[in-house]
């Protein structure tokens, strides 16, 4: 019997997300929401929250949350990257993105914080097993 022939590991889905963003703000994109929140605006936030492969390609759901100190920069920031994973092909620091559409488009979210403004998005990445 052949033995299987052993595949790279797909790359990760958050950190292809935020190489794609991270110059969108003054701020590095993180991954879980810092304490300090307010006085890191804007900031965004990439998490994971399943998906599925096909063995050749990865295909991520990603939430992406948009943090601002008003709704227009909010609203700004969050269409800016969806604009960006509009992208047909992205190649990054942590992989290549072959493809991104919009699951669920940014819209307003309240924030226990009233001094927060937050923007919320759902996005699939189709992602390449590098070779």
Known sequence: ???PVERPPYPDAEDVAAALLD?????????????DLQ????????LR???S??????TARIVVDTYAATS???????EQTRQRFGRRRA????????????????HAVPHPNPQVRMRTAIYRLRLRRRT
């Open 1 to 3: 019997m052949p033995t």
């Open 23 to 35: 110059d969108l703000t003054t701020e590095q994109v993180v991954i879980v929401t810092p304490e």
């Open 39 to 46: 006085d890191r605006l804007p900031l965004q936030r990439v």
């Open 49 to 51: 929250i399943g998906g």
């Open 53 to 58: 492969d096909d063995q050749l390609t990865d």
């Open 72 to 78: 227009a920069e909010a609203r700004t920031l969050a």
């Open 91 to 106: 190649r990054t620091s942590a992989g290549i993105m072959d493809r991104a559409t919009t699951e669920v488009a940014p």
